[in-house]
C-alpha cells in the first residue's frame, strides 16, 4: 500500500508538471526558445493564441499556417517559430494597426512544433503551440523556380488583392512576393530571401504593420493579413541583396463572406 | 538451461524478429483469364505495407501481362510468385499505369527490360522518384525493406499490343498524374483505369490537373468496356464510379473557386464545412481533404491577384 501511495504521488507530481511547466508542445528546445528570442521575459502558456495548421505535412515546402491572437489585450508583436527547425524563427510581425492574425505558407524540415508567440502591450507573452509531422527535407531542398529558368524575369514582382470582409470593418489584404526564398542551407546556394515587410494605408500614409520574414518562409512567400478598413494598401518589401519593391492594391475584390 | 537460452528462445518467437514484413495476396479471377489483387481502401501504413491499390494480371497462352508492380520490392516478389503458383507461365509483360510509388515501386522483382511505362511516366520517375521512395520508407516502414528505385526500360508509344488471343489498346491520357496509362483488353472487355477513376474511395490527387482529368473521365467513359477496374475500390460493371469521379472533381473545382474569390487562406479552405454526402460517399475523405488543398489551392488562389509592383 505504501509503495502504491508513493507511486500515486510520483504520478501526481508529474502531472502537476506537464500542466505548469511543459510548453503545450513539448520540445527540447523550448527553454533555449525562451531564452534566445523571448529575451527570457514572461511567458504564460495561452490556448488564445491560436494556430491552425494541418496535422500532418503533404508538402513540406509547402506547409501552411495561420496564427491568430483571440485575446482580448492588444498583440504588439506576433512571433511564428518552428522549434526544430533548423532555423527557427519564421516571422516576427508587427501589428501596428492591424488585426492580430498572419497566415502564410513555410518550409519545415522534420516534424516540429509550431509556435505562436505573441507579446502584448505589457510586455507579456503569450505561447501556445501545436504539433506538425512532416516527412522532412524543406529546408534543405533548393528552390524548385530557380530550376524553372526565367525566375529572375519576375523577381520581386508583388501580386496582391483586397477583399472586405462582410458585417465587419475589416480588410482581408492577400500579396504574393515573386522570391526563391533560398535558405543557405541548400549545396552551394547562397541565402538569398526576402527579409523586411512593410504595410501602409495607401490614403495617410500611415504605417498598418511591418514584419521582419526569415528563411523558413515558402518560396514566392504569400501572405494573409487583417486591417481595419482602409482606402487603399501600400506594400514594400526588400531582399536581403538589396532589392527593393512596393506596389499598391485598392479594395479590388467582393465580399468575403466568413 | 540457460536464462540466455530462454531470451534466444523468446525472440525467436516473436514475430516481428524472426520474419520479413508478408504480403498476404489474394488475387480474385475478374474475367477469363484475368485476375485482380484488391487493395483495401486505407492510406499507406505499415500494416498494409503500402499496398492499398488495384493490381492486375492477364494470364495470356504467350506468357502474363502485369498491369503495375505495387509498393515495395517483397510486394513485387510476392506477386511473381503469386502468379508463377498460379499460371505456372512466364511473364512477358509488366505496364505500369502512372508514377505514384504504389505503383512501380515493385518492378525490381521484374527484369526491367519488360518493365513498360508511358514517356511522361518515366519522366516523372526521373524527377520525383527519389522522394517517393523516401517518403514510402518513412510512412510504411519494414515492408520498403531493399527497395531500391529502377526504371521501366520499355516506352509504350504504340496504341496497341497482341499478347496470344488478347488484343491490348492503349490510352496516353493525362490529368491524375501527367502520364495515365489506360488499358482495355479488347478479347475480355476489361477496362484497366490505372489511377484515374476511383470507387467509393476518395481520390489522391498529388499530381492531379482537374481540368485534364475530367476530360480524361469523359473519355473513359465512351470507351465500350464489360467491366473495369478502378485505381480503388471494387471491380465495376457500370459507369457510375466514372461519373462520382467526376462529380466529386466537380466540386473539388467549385468549392476552391468560391474559396479564392472569397480571399480565403490555405487554412480556411481546409477547415470549411464539408457536405456531409461526400463524407459518407467517399471513405477516407477527411484524411484525403486536406492533402488535396495543399495540392489544388495554389493555383486558383494564385489566379485571384493582380500584379501590382515591379522591383525599381
Known amino acids: ?258 | 538451461m540457460t536464462r540466455h537460452f530462454w531470451i534466444f528462445a523468446f525472440l525467436l518467437l516473436q514475430p516481428n524478429f524472426t520474419q520479413a514484413f508478408e504480403y498476404k495476396l489474394k488475387p480474385s479471377l475478374i474475367a477469363e483469364n484475368t485476375w485482380v489483387i484488391l487493395g483495401p481502401n486505407e492510406e499507406f501504413t505499415r500494416e498494409n505495407g503500402g499496398y492499398e491499390i488495384n493490381t492486375a494480371f492477364i494470364n495470356t497462352e504467350e506468357g502474363v501481362v502485369v498491369i503495375d508492380s505495387g509498393p515495395s520490392r517483397l510486394f513485387g516478389e510476392a506477386l511473381h510468385a503469386k502468379i508463377k503458383e498460379l499460371t505456372n507461365q512466364e511473364i512477358i509483360q509488366v505496364y505500369l499505369t502512372n508514377h505514384l510509388p504504389d505503383r512501380f515501386l515493385g518492378i525490381q522483382a521484374f527484369p526491367l527490360n519488360l518493365v513498360a511505362a508511358l514517356p511522361t511516366t518515366r519522366e516523372q520517375i526521373k524527377q520525383v522518384g527519389p522522394s517517393l521512395l523516401d517518403n514510402m520508407y518513412r510512412l510504411v516502414g519494414d515492408a520498403m525493406r531493399g527497395t531500391e528505385l529502377r526504371m521501366p526500360e520499355i516506352e509504350v508509344v504504340l496504341t496497341e499490343m497482341k499478347f496470344g488471343s488478347h488484343r491490348l489498346k492503349f490510352w496516353s491520357l493525362k490529368g491524375h498524374t501527367p502520364g495515365d496509362l489506360v488499358i482495355l483488353d479488347q478479347k475480355t472487355g476489361v477496362l484497366f483505369t490505372g489511377g484515374v477513376v476511383f470507387n467509393g474511395r476518395a481520390p489522391t490527387t498529388p499530381f492531379a490537373d482537374i481540368g485534364d482529368w475530367h476530360q480524361e473521365l469523359e473519355l473513359i467513359e465512351k470507351i465500350d468496356f464489360k467491366l473495369f477496374v478502378p485505381s480503388h475500390g471494387e471491380v465495376s460493371t457500370d459507369t457510375s464510379a466514372i461519373s462520382d469521379t467526376r462529380e466529386y472533381l466537380n466540386w473539388l473545382d467549385q468549392t476552391f473557386q468560391h474559396s479564392a474569390a472569397q480571399g480565403l487562406h490555405m487554412m480556411e479552405v481546409m477547415t470549411l464545412r464539408k457536405p456531409k454526402s461526400l463524407k459518407e460517399k467517399w471513405e477516407l475523405f477527411e484524411e484525403e481533404y486536406p492533402r488535396t488543398v495543399v495540392h489544388l489551392y495554389p493555383d486558383y488562389e494564385r489566379d485571384q491577384l493582380r500584379l501590382i509592383g515591379t522591383p525599381e
Not at chain 1, 529546408?139 to 508583388?158: K, Q, R, Y
Not at chain 1, 504605417?207 to 526569415?214: D, I, S
Not at chain 1, 478598413?229 to 538589396?242: F, H, P
Open chain 1, 1 to 258: 500500500m505504501r509503495r502504491f501511495t508513493l507511486f500515486l504521488a510520483i504520478l501526481l507530481n508529474s502531472l502537476a508538471y506537464v500542466s505548469a511547466d511543459q510548453p503545450p508542445a513539448s520540445s527540447p528546445l523550448w527553454p533555449l526558445i525562451h531564452k534566445k528570442f523571448l529575451n527570457g521575459e514572461e511567458v504564460v502558456f495561452d490556448p488564445k493564441v491560436r494556430i491552425s495548421i494541418p496535422k500532418m505535412s503533404e508538402d513540406s515546402l509547402n506547409f501552411p499556417v495561420n496564427v491568430s491572437w483571440e485575446g482580448k489585450e492588444k498583440a504588439k508583436r506576433m512571433l511564428l517559430l518552428a522549434d526544430l527547425n533548423p532555423i527557427i524563427p519564421i516571422v516576427d510581425y508587427y501589428p501596428e494597426i492591424a488585426n492580430p492574425s498572419i497566415a502564410t505558407h513555410i518550409k519545415i524540415q522534420q516534424a516540429t512544433p509550431i509556435r505562436g508567440a505573441i507579446q502584448t502591450e505589457d510586455g507579456k507573452w503569450h505561447v501556445w503551440a501545436e504539433f506538425a509531422d512532416a516527412s522532412g527535407g524543406g529546408c534543405t531542398t533548393p528552390s524548385l523556380g530557380m530550376t524553372a529558368g526565367n525566375w529572375a524575369d519576375h523577381l520581386g514582382e508583388i501580386h496582391a488583392a483586397v477583399w472586405q470582409k462582410e458585417a465587419s470593418e475589416v480588410d482581408r489584404v492577400r500579396f504574393q512576393i515573386q522570391h526563391p526564398m533560398d535558405t543557405g542551407l541548400a549545396n552551394n546556394i547562397p541565402k538569398f530571401i526576402i527579409n523586411e515587410i512593410e504595410i501602409y494605408a495607401a490614403e495617410s500614409n500611415r504605417r498598418l504593420g511591418r514584419m521582419e520574414v526569415f528563411e523558413p518562409v515558402s518560396e514566392n512567400p504569400l501572405f494573409s493579413l487583417d486591417f481595419p478598413r482602409q482606402e487603399g494598401y501600400r506594400i514594400e518589401a526588400k531582399d536581403n541583396n538589396g532589392l527593393f519593391v512596393q506596389g499598391t492594391s485598392y479594395y479590388t475584390k467582393g465580399v468575403l463572406s466568413q
